[in-house]
């Protein structure tokens, strides 16, 4: 399956989101945009057409087998059709790409924790069996997200986590007083194990702390910039 999650390397946009930006909804220039997406797309799935979402925070998973004259609102696609490359937009969030190789299914999500804590890789790994995949032979990959040490939460998102299962907090780490340092990694990757998936790579790499390599929302936040850049994965049949 041909896979890769990209980060902000090798691309024409300038200034705050100098680098591969393939955000449409930035302020960039949209034919820079484009550009960026086509040198994405050719290093990842050369001949394959471009599939995305309009993503909302969901736990919506749409079914693809042709280009949409429209991006769905949705936040995760699945298909079984040859020469598609499903692409998820990411600046800080993660990313989770699936595969069942013997069924020829293969899924993207973009996990947010709105999406994370409402199952979109739940239900994604369901719409994928519709098409004939097996929980069991799926393997997933968690892609560039923000870290734990750079995720800082307050005691009311603990909240939410925790009162959906108790045993969420191991999730939190202490921080200042009323905070908490949130794992958003290893929550989805326990989403997947717990669904059934029995392979699970984790990337590891914080979107937050390397400027030099991947956009986040959160830094252009703190740093009171008025954009932001998005990163995208992709895999295709």
């Known amino acids: ?5 990209l980060g902000r390397r090798g691309g024409v946009s300038t200034g705050i ?3 591969l930006n393939v955000g449409l909804g930035s302020a960039d220039d949209p034919e820079a945009i484009a550009e960026n997406r086509r040198r994405a797309l ?5 001949g394959a057409a471009l599939v995305t979402v309009y993503q909302v925070h969901s736990a919506d998973v749409v079914t693809i087998d042709d280009v949409p004259a429209e991006r769905p609102r949705a936040d995760a696609l699945v298909t079984a059709t040859p020469g598609l490359a499903l692409g998820i937009l990411t600046a800080d969030c993660a990313p989770v790409l699936f595969a069942d190789v013997d ?11 709105k999406g994370a804590i409402a199952g979109v890789t739940d239900a994604t790994i369901a719409a994928m069996e519709a098409l004939g995949a097996d929980r069991g032979r799926i393997v997933a990959a ?3 997200c923000i870290a734990r ?7 009311g998102f603990v909240a939410r986590f925790c009162d959906q299962d108790p045993a969420n907090d191991r999730f939190f780490s202490p921080g200042r007083p009323d905070h908490a340092q949130f794992d ?7 989403r997947l194990a717990t669904a059934g998936v029995r392979r699970v790579e984790l990337l590891g790499l914080d979107t937050y702390a ?18 932001y850049g998005r990163q995208i994965s992709l895999i295709a049949l």
């Open 103 to 113: 069924a020829g299914v293969i899924g993207a999500a973009h996990a947010g924790w």
């Open 149 to 155: 040490a750079s995720y800082e939460v307050d005691d």
């Open 42 to 46: 050719t290093a990842v799935a050369p």
């Open 210 to 227: 390397d400027d030099d390599r991947f956009y986040s929302f959160r830094r252009a936040t703190h740093r009171d910039e008025p954009d």
């Open 17 to 19: 989101v100098a680098g």
């Open 184 to 190: 958003l990694e290893a929550y989805v990757a326990h």
């Open 1 to 5: 399956m041909r896979h890769g999650f």
């Open 142 to 144: 968690i892609g560039p």
